[in-house]
């Protein structure tokens, strides 16, 4: 059978560092691809010059037979190829119908009709989705929908999903491959990108493995495990480095203690909430998507107010804080890396050496009145090195760096404010591997320096191997605390939940 | 930001409760702890002469190999009980009355509600007044009206009764320190506990996440806490609503009250009830609850090192007395009806 895409010999190089090399790639009719590979293996660029993102640099895609050479991602869509990208590229001042008719509006549109219609749309994919809502005021795993609604809504015969499931909740996620079964069912093929491994292996036909920007290893599904995988992405095996079990008779004490939240309380959101933080220790917070966990640390961090009436308390070393700014909390030594960090975490097309002065900036640690570009310099310099953020030299836009060299440049702005609390949250979604575990090295090494470390996961392997203490967050409310040693996904699970 | 003392004036004091972190980090200690002895209402233990005695109602019990035996019946509930260096017994009542060796002592006017008795190494007898309001069984009442008429008093060998400390939220529990001139005592309503003595009185530990009873000494140094209920967000803001507070006290039966309890889960009547605590027949451990159990080791300085919970899905609670006898702790469940004995020594 004829493939429905044929990729050959792509190359895309970017200032003439090629990002894929010769890699070819082919999609069938119907098909299940999933297209794995570490952080700046190549996967989002490849699939980038398939819908037509990026043009490649030399190859040859074929689509439904007929070579083609799409300019715009518009071309591509129109032929049939859609791309959901891992970071959603919805209008957030737009409705939700409004974002799933986007480029296909008549020329005269009633805008009930068009919210009845997306309302059908929506429950015919099982979303549970407001199509009247702003698009700004959905979570990440809604707008997560509504990318992929607008994918299929377009008929596309090809979707290529980038990191689909990475904000979705185990039950979301379960629609989700429904969802995806269903499309391919009606012959739409799919290449799936994620670094959720079990889900590669669970809902794909195929799968492709590139590495450094070239292909390693294709063939079907039942030809790989985890380990083979694994391998193959990077090069040697990371079994037994990653989310082996951990050894619970060497937690880390408590020190003394930090942070107390005291019934803290903002809307619905957050909801008399309390726990405290203590030194040299990681305090692992888990919680479903909505459970209130971000918002509770980003009150904490001073980007979220508390209610003004009844708001509860916060004390930082036994002294009320009440912030107003986020400045004023890293001032005091809390430093928040957040979880979505192409829009709160870094400045895109500045360097890694301007982003991290940044960070000094916020902290008062810079006037800010004379920018030495030396000094910027020599902290791109120092922080590259420190944090093995892998680049093409220490001047390089962070636009230009893969997901997991990114996200170090986000806690690299954070660790040179010099904090005495740091709060990672989610430190690893949309990470490779091995940049997973190069991450967790710097958030053990940091509570091994003494420093409160707060790790925000939705990923439980990540929070039962890393945390010295586990907070279940549900509703608004920190409802359970549990030891690793007595801890089990299940417990975790249904603290959050029930 | 520097308006904040002037915006307070309008939010009010937030007030807030602790979490039960660190040291109160919530386990299941008390219920997995085996039953020292079954004995319905169980309040007071002691050990004095090598032998444990426990209070329940109006009567005084010895407790062996897990059976309680009668001692004595006295006219009124036993509210507080101290064994003397020589190991004789000093018993308080219900009515106000304390029975020493067999006879009722002399007291104060005003000193009727006795809750806590407690012997200094030098024969000094320390004493709490509950309430200058209230009788010990009253509590409930007493927290409802938000009073502060509780008082600690100081008896010397050969000397009679002296006020130490007073204007206090129900004092609880007295631990005698040094030679005896100086004692700790828990404030209940206040959430704390204090150091009392002749110099005046010194705040120790403040802002429990329930409500302190009764202190022990531990072997080793330090002291055994029991906390016979839990903090918690309605009953706080219940505190704060004068007029539904007074209504409450007016025209609900006192079992049913938004108020701290010994035991719940009793009756459908009872306060707290819905998906907040129990989903599909599932009572959630960490849901908002009127009673629990609670016990805290306490170090040298009274600072806490770690607790033993009966949680809000659990049923040993209303601890309201914890020592330790014959190499263990002992702790009385008045809520649970059982004297528990938790593997913690």
């Not at chain 1, 590495?211 to 039942?222: F, I, K, M, W």
């Not at chain 2, 007016?250 to 009793?266: C, E, G, K, M, Q």
């Amino acid at each position: 059978m004829e493939p429905i895409v044929r990729m050959e010999g792509i190359t895309k190089a970017y200032r003439s560092v090629p990002a894929v090399k010769n890699v070819d790639f082919d999609l069938n009719e119907g098909e299940i691809h999933a297209l794995l590979g570490e952080n700046g293996a190549g996967k989002s660029t490849l699939t980038k010059v398939m819908a037509g993102v990026v043009a490649p640099t030399s190859g040859k895609i074929t689509y439904q037979s007929k070579p083609v050479q799409f300019d715009t991602p518009h071309e591509a869509l129109e032929a049939g190829i859609a791309m959901v990208f891992q970071e959603t590229s919805l209008v957030p001042s737009m409705t939700v119908a409004q974002n799933l008719y986007l480029g296909s509006e008549k020329f005269l549109n009633r805008l009930r009709g068009i919210y009845i219609s997306a309302q059908q749309f929506l429950q015919s994919l099982n979303f549970a989705v407001d199509p009247t809502a702003m698009v700004e005021t959905l979570g990440a795993a809604q707008r997560q929908m509504v990318e992929i609604a607008r994918a299929v809504h377009h008929d596309a015969r090809v979707i290529v999903f980038d990191e689909p499931t990475a904000t979705l909740t185990p039950e979301e996620k379960r629609h989700f491959f429904a969802l995806l079964r269903r499309l391919k069912a009606r012959g739409v093929s799919i290449v799936f990108i994620s670094h959720a491994l079990e889900e590669a292996l669970m809902i794909s036909d195929r799968i492709t493995i590139l590495r450094d920007g070239e292909l390693v290893a294709t063939g079907p599904t039942s030809d790989f495990d985890r380990e083979k995988i694994i391998a193959a992405m990077v090069g040697r095996t990371l079994s037994g480095e990653l989310y082996s079990k951990r050894d619970v008779s060497h937690l880390r004490k408590p020190g003394k203690k930090v942070l107390s939240v005291q019934d803290i309380s903002m809307g619905a959101m957050v909801r008399n909430t309390s726990f405290s933080v203590f030194e040299g220790q990681i305090t692992g917070v888990f919680g479903l998507i909505g459970s209130g966990r971000t918002e509770t640390f980003k009150i904490v961090a001073g980007i979220y107010k508390r209610d003004f009436l009844r708001g509860g308390a916060i004390t930082l070393d036994d002294e009320p804080v009440r912030y107003y700014t986020p400045s004023e909390a890293v001032r005091d030594g809390i430093a928040y890396v957040t979880e979505d960090r192409k829009s709160e975490g870094i400045f895109e097309t500045m360097s890694i050496g301007e982003n991290l002065f940044g960070g000094l900036l916020s902290a008062g640690r810079e006037d800010g009145l004379l920018i030495r570009t030396r000094a910027i310099r020599e902290l791109a310099e120092e922080w590259t090195g420190r944090l093995n953020i892998k680049t093409i030299n220490s001047d390089a836009r962070v636009v230009e760096l893969s997901g997991g060299n990114q996200q170090k440049v986000v806690i690299g702005k954070g660790l040179v404010q010099k904090p005495r609390m740091v709060i990672f949250d989610e430190p690893t979604r949309g990470v490779d591997v091995a940049a997973i575990a190069e991450i967790h090295e710097i958030i053990k090494a940091l509570a091994d320096e003494g420093l409160a470390v707060v790790m925000i996961s939705s990923y439980l392997p990540e929070i039962m191997n890393l945390s010295d203490r586990i907070l279940v967050c549900r509703q608004g409310r920190i409802v359970e605390e549990l030891s690793p040693v007595e801890a089990t996904e299940e417990k975790i699970m249904y603290a959050a939940v029930h | 930001m520097i308006f904040d003392p002037i915006l307070d004036i309008f939010r009010g004091k937030a007030i807030t409760i602790p979490p039960l972190d660190g040291a109160f980090r919530a386990n299941t200690a008390l219920d997995d702890a085996a039953v020292f002895a079954a004995l319905p209402g169980v309040d007071n233990l002691c050990v004095a002469g090598g032998t444990l005695y426990a209070t329940s109602g109006a009567t005084l019990y010895t407790v062996a190999d897990g059976a309680p035996q009668e001692v004595e019946t006295f006219d009124a509930a036993i509210t507080a009980l101290a064994a003397a260096p020589d190991s004789t017994l000093a018993v308080a009542l219900d009515d106000g009355t304390l029975m020493e060796e067999g006879k009722p002592a002399d007291l104060p006017k005003g000193v009727d509600c006795i809750t806590a008795l407690a012997y200094g190494s030098n024969g000094s007898l320390w004493l709490a007044n509950g309430s200058d309001r209230h009788k010990a069984s009253d509590w409930a009442a007493d927290l409802m009206e938000k009073n502060a008429g509780g008082s600690v008093w100081l008896r010397h060998a050969g000397e009679s009764f002296r006020r130490i400390a007073g204007g206090l939220g129900w004092p609880y529990g007295v631990l005698p320190q040094g030679d005896g001139d100086a004692a700790i005592v828990s404030e209940s309503w206040k959430h704390r506990l204090i150091r009392v003595g002749l110099e005046g009185v010194d705040p120790v530990l403040d802002n429990l996440p329930g409500y302190p009873a009764r202190l022990s000494p531990a072997d080793g140094g330090g002291a055994w806490l029991a906390i016979f209920a839990p903090r918690n967000r309605l009953i706080e803001l219940v505190l704060q609503e004068t007029h539904y507070r007074y209504d409450m006290i007016a025209t609900v039966p006192r079992d049913y009250w938004i108020a701290p309890a010994l035991s719940s889960n009793r009756s459908f009547l009872e306060p707290l009830q819905c998906g907040g605590i129990r989903t599909m027949g599932v009572h959630k451990a960490w849901s908002p609850t009127r009673s629990y159990g609670l016990v805290a080791k306490l170090d040298d300085d009274i600072a806490p090192v770690f607790s033993l919970h009966s949680r809000a899905n659990g049923n040993r609670h209303g601890t309201t007395s914890a020592v330790e006898f014959d190499g263990r702790l002992v702790v009385a469940s008045k809520g649970g009806d059982s004297i528990l004995a938790p593997e913690v020594m």
